[in-house]
């Protein structure tokens, strides 16, 4: 139902900050809750962090704790991941993923909406 749009991402150095957004069209945002993927090239896509509908509990990914802030605001459509602390191995593009379940998943196949990603870049 809900159409995804990532953007925010660039080049960054080690060590260095980006927030990513990701914006949804429709009318039914707050009822999913939405995750943050990242795939490398050559590697599997992994789950970052993830944002629960209603109650807005979240979970991240061991590699991005302490580093990373997953946040929504509904009444613009709209969920952030705000990425200090970066580093190369951040490198990927992050896609953004809704689901209608109540809780948190780490499995894309969880998720059933996406959008086409951003890239990180992290390098200097």
């Known amino acids: 139902q809900l159409q995804l749009v990532e953007s925010g991402g660039g080049l960054v150095q080690p060590g260095g900050s980006l927030r990513l957004s990701c914006t949804a069209s429709?009318?039914?945002?707050?009822?999913?809750?939405i995750g943050w993927f990242r795939q490398a090239p050559g590697k599997e896509r992994e789950g970052v962090s993830c944002?629960?509908?209603?109650?807005?509990?979240?979970n991240y990914a061991d590699s991005v704790k302490g580093r990373f802030t997953i946040s929504r605001d509904n009444a613009k459509n709209t969920v952030y991941l705000q990425m200090s602390s970066l580093k190369p191995e951040d490198t990927a593009v992050y896609y953004c993923?809704?689901?209608?379940?109540?809780?948190?998943?780490?499995?894309?196949?969880?998720?059933?909406?996406w959008g086409q990603g951003t890239q990180v870049t992290v390098s200097s």
């Open positions: 993923a809704a689901r209608t379940g109540y809780y948190c998943s780490d499995v894309p196949l969880d998720f059933g909406s």
């Open positions: 429709g009318f039914t945002f707050d009822y999913y809750t």
């Open positions: 944002i629960r509908r209603s109650y807005g509990t979240t």
